[in-house]
Antibody
Framework: EVQLVESGGDRVQPGGSLRLACAVSGFPFSDYWMHWVRQDPGKGLVWVARINSDGSSTSYADSVKGRFTISRDNSENILYLQMNSLRVEDTAVYYC??????WGQGTLVTVSS | DIQMTQSPSSLSASLGDRVIISCRTSQSVTTNLHWYQQKPGKAPKLLIYRASTLPNGVPSRFSGSGSGTDFTLTISSLQPEDFATYYCHQSHSPPLTFGGGTKVEI
């Protein structure tokens, strides 16, 4: 069974940092591109970043470029999102997504003073 | 960036109704267009991938069609468990984008 389990969400002050993790199982992680997608409470879905299967290529939404870094550890089957210089508008549930087909349950990030 | 226009943003329907949701992209995404269903407090669930393919386990009352810039999600006979919000999503080129969602209500 495909499983994606996010962790690391927390409440943080503006300007702070967080690192999200997504532990995966049930499929060959190193074969798949992975994404982070976020959703403001009560609002729509917004793509944040993606990484190719071996970690050599990444893409970001303009809103997070230069502040967020997506990475992966294929030996540990973990996807990461390092979030720096956090803003109030980064408040959202963050989902780990496998190649547009399988989603984790999400982890809540709240940026507030 | 590829813009997504999903319509309607909400609709009211009855059990057994046929429901059609549209998604238009600002440039061709070929068939790199997917549909998701989301219920409150839950993660989105893949309904249709690559415009028209049903994943295993998705009921056959769901179908997708289209290519290029115009796509449609059809629910042939609305069931109680289908009341939810539906999103289209293009994975053709970054930044990947989502439609604004269609809330299907009773």
């Amino acid at each position: 069974e495909v499983q994606l389990v996010e962790s690391g969400g927390d409440r943080v002050q503006p300007g702070g940092s967080l690192r999200l993790a997504c532990a995966v199982s049930g499929f060959p992680f190193s074969d798949y591109w992975m994404h982070w997608v976020r959703q403001d409470p009560g609002k729509g879905l917004v793509w944040v970043a993606r990484i190719n299967s071996d970690g050599s290529s990444t893409s970001y939404a303009d809103s997070v470029k230069g502040r967020f870094t997506i990475s992966r550890d294929n030996s540990e089957n973990i996807l990461y999102l390092q979030m720096n210089s956090l803003r109030v508008e980064d408040t959202a549930v963050y989902y780990c997504v496998r190649a547009s087909d399988s989603w984790g349950q999400g982890t809540l990030v709240t940026v507030s003073s | 960036d590829i813009q997504m226009t999903q319509s309607p943003s909400s609709l009211s329907a009855s059990l057994g109704d046929r429901v059609i949701i549209s998604c238009r992209t600002s440039q061709s995404v070929t068939t790199n267009l997917h549909w998701y269903q989301q219920k409150p407090g839950k993660a989105p669930k893949l309904l249709i991938y690559r415009a028209s393919t049903l994943p295993n386990g998705v009921p056959s009352r769901f179908s997708g069609s289209g290519s290029g810039t115009d796509f449609t999600l059809t629910i042939s006979s609305l069931q109680p468990e289908d009341f939810a919000t539906y999103y289209c999503h293009q994975s053709h080129s970054p930044p990947l984008t989502f439609g604004g969602g269609t809330k299907v209500e009773i």
